[in-house]
């Protein structure tokens, strides 16, 4: 029952609230190039493809301190960045619509925005599909028939079927943390106590 008042409560936040709106200069720059990697892989029959490809190097920039640091690195000269993305996509034997892709973010100085970028791609993949990622954490573990009745609940108002990804993180320390498309609500103890270090910080 908390967790569906929960739910209902933050739920308000997320009415009439369009995808697409009132979002800073580098959402908009990543659903930009997102839309056109869609367009391009689209019309080559590769969406799938590259969809898992994009899902990889996700994985590699949240699994890899070193790569995450690297590609928010400005001093990283293009000729640097491009011997290390081809690396990467000839050993996971990326397409070359994909390689090329990454090689040209780099190119346009846009690579700072990867992550956001094959972010927004993958959640244009789901839309397409009729889907609509949605990653829920609790603090408490929460039962089979919870989270099916959320995925209801998020279902309802967005009018899309929700796909799901939930996390038990006890590391919240109390609370929940959900994120819908680009839109994110975090209840957390955890949260909330950084909120009050960095008041203290700025202070």
Same mark, same amino acid.
Request: hydrophobic residues 40%; aromatic residues 8%.
């Given at each position: 029952?908390?967790?569906?008042?929960?739910?209902?409560?933050?739920?308000?936040?997320?009415?009439?609230?369009?995808?697409?709106? *009132?979002?800073?200069?580098?959402?908009?720059?990543? &659903?930009?190039?997102?839309?056109?990697?869609?367009?391009?892989?689209?019309? *080559?029959?590769?969406?799938?493809?590259? @969809?898992?490809?994009?899902?990889? $190097?996700?994985? #590699?920039?949240?699994? *890899?301190?070193?790569?995450?640091?690297?590609?928010?690195?400005?001093?990283?000269?293009?000729?640097?960045?491009?011997?290390?993305?081809?690396?990467?996509? @000839?050993?996971?034997?990326? @397409?070359?619509?994909?390689?090329?892709?990454?090689?040209?973010? $780099?190119?346009?100085?846009?690579?700072?925005?990867? &992550?956001?970028?094959?972010?927004?791609?993958? &959640?244009?993949?789901?839309?397409?599909?009729?889907?609509?990622?949605?990653? #829920?954490?609790?603090?408490?573990?929460?039962? *089979?028939?919870?989270?099916?009745? $959320?995925?209801?609940?998020?279902?309802?108002?967005?009018?899309?079927?929700?796909?799901?990804?939930?996390?038990?993180?006890?590391?919240?320390?109390?609370?929940?943390?959900?994120?819908?498309?680009?839109?994110?609500?975090?209840?957390?103890?955890?949260?909330?106590?950084?909120?009050?270090?960095?008041?203290?910080?700025?202070?």
């Amino acid at each position: 029952m908390l967790i569906r008042s929960w739910l209902l409560i933050n739920l308000q936040h997320f009415k009439g609230i369009k995808l697409s709106k *009132n979002k800073g200069f580098s959402l908009i720059t990543a &659903e930009r190039y997102s839309l056109a990697l869609y367009e391009l892989a689209s019309e *080559n029959n590769l969406v799938k493809q590259i @969809e898992d490809q994009s899902v990889s $190097i996700l994985n #590699l920039i949240s699994s *890899n301190k070193d790569f995450s640091i690297l590609i928010k690195n400005p001093t990283n000269t293009q000729e640097d960045m491009l011997k290390i993305i081809n690396s990467i996509s @000839e050993n996971n034997k990326f @397409e070359k619509l994909f390689k090329n892709f990454l090689n040209f973010l $780099i190119i346009k100085r846009r690579f700072f925005y990867v &992550e956001q970028i094959l972010k927004s791609f993958i &959640e244009t993949c789901s839309k397409k599909r009729g889907e609509l990622k949605a990653e #829920l954490r609790s603090a408490k573990e929460l039962s *089979n028939n919870e989270i099916s009745k $959320i995925t209801d609940e998020l279902t309802k108002n967005f009018k899309f079927k929700i796909k799901l990804d939930y996390k038990y993180d006890k590391s919240l320390v109390g609370g929940l943390k959900m994120q819908v498309g680009s839109i994110m609500v975090d209840t957390s103890i955890k949260n909330k106590l950084q909120q009050i270090k960095n008041k203290m910080i700025e202070a």
